[in-house]
């Protein structure tokens, strides 16, 4: 019986999906009093980050931290760093110098498969890894596991009415019963998210949740996506894309990569102007706001 879940899990057997985390999902943190007016201390916490592979830098000293209230977007071209910088975010690489705190542990210093389920992660490469034919249901309850592709892990009534629930607020509430291969890549993109959200995370990191859509997925997602950056009760939020016009209302942090350094980063209002995203992508640009929706178009004739 797992600790404080009411679950039942046993080992796989050999050719069995292999569990990216103990089948044991941690107890509740205990919250830590702060002084009043106090800070609290960030959910993500990098200091002078480099990440190193093959001899070339895919981060260079990338200092960074996220509040726990706050919606942060990542914004960069092919190569800057951000698949990366969510890999070490999500506990899943660890740097080759530097000090990465994420969610109060240190990396090197922390059992990170305990950790893991406490972020929620969508990313393609956590995508390619789910069974086609694994249920859309199955997708999203095994998260509360750390887990991809369901194998023997028992789950309680609460846990399949909360992987309802998110998909009925993602929007796909009625491919509960399809099997993963058989859903368009705009569903995909939704059950990934639902998937990301129902371990009730203190971090959820989006990487490129709307790449591949066509402009009524990507306006659908973005659309849910606000609802979810303006919910109070939600968690710390990053999301990374290449295009400003994928940014949902309500985001409140920025930050811009080019070739693994930081190019900028702060309120988003103050980061996102034509000369700091042109630095970004080596372009000359005009930046426009409109509604709470981005927009960037090359300033060449």
Avoid: C
Wanted: proline share 7%; charged share 25%.
């Amino acid at each position: 019986m797992s600790e404080g879940t009411g679950r039942t899990s046993t080992a796989p057997g050999p050719g069995a999906p292999r569990p990216e985390a103990p089948a044991r999902r941690p107890a509740p943190r205990a919250a830590v009093p702060t002084a009043k007016g106090a800070p609290e201390e960030p959910v993500l916490d990098l200091t002078d980050v480099t990440v190193v592979r093959d001899g070339r830098p895919l981060l260079d000293e990338v200092s960074w931290a996220v509040g726990a209230d706050e919606r942060w977007v990542v914004l960069g071209p092919n190569g800057a760093g951000k698949t990366t910088l969510l890999q070490v975010a999500s506990g899943r690489m660890h740097p080759t110098r530097g000090r990465a705190e994420v969610l109060g542990e240190e990396l090197g210093l922390v059992d990170v498969f305990e950790l893991r389920p406490r972020i929620g992660l969508a990313s393609a490469a956590l995508a390619e890894r789910v069974p086609a034919a694994e249920k859309v249901v199955d997708v999203v309850l095994t998260a509360s596991y750390g887990m991809v592709g369901r194998w023997r892990e028992e789950y309680e009534g609460p846990d399949h009415e909360r992987a309802r629930e998110l998909l009925v607020t993602l929007g796909v509430g009625g491919l509960e019963q399809r099997t993963y291969g058989t859903l368009s890549e705009g569903e995909r993109k939704r059950v990934q998210i639902a998937r990301a959200l129902m371990s009730d995370p203190e971090l959820v990191l989006l990487d490129e949740p709307a790449a591949g859509l066509d402009l009524g997925g990507r306006e659908d997602l973005v659309r849910r996506l606000a609802a979810l950056v303006a919910d109070r009760a939600a968690p710390a939020l990053v999301l990374v894309t290449h295009h400003v016009e994928e940014i949902p209302p309500g985001v409140t942090h920025a930050l811009l990569l080019r070739a693994g350094r930081v190019v900028g980063q702060g309120p988003v209002d103050q980061v996102l102007t034509a000369e700091a995203l042109g630095e970004a992508f080596g372009l000359r640009l005009q930046v426009e706001r409109a509604g709470g929706r981005w927009s960037a178009r090359s300033a060449i004739a």
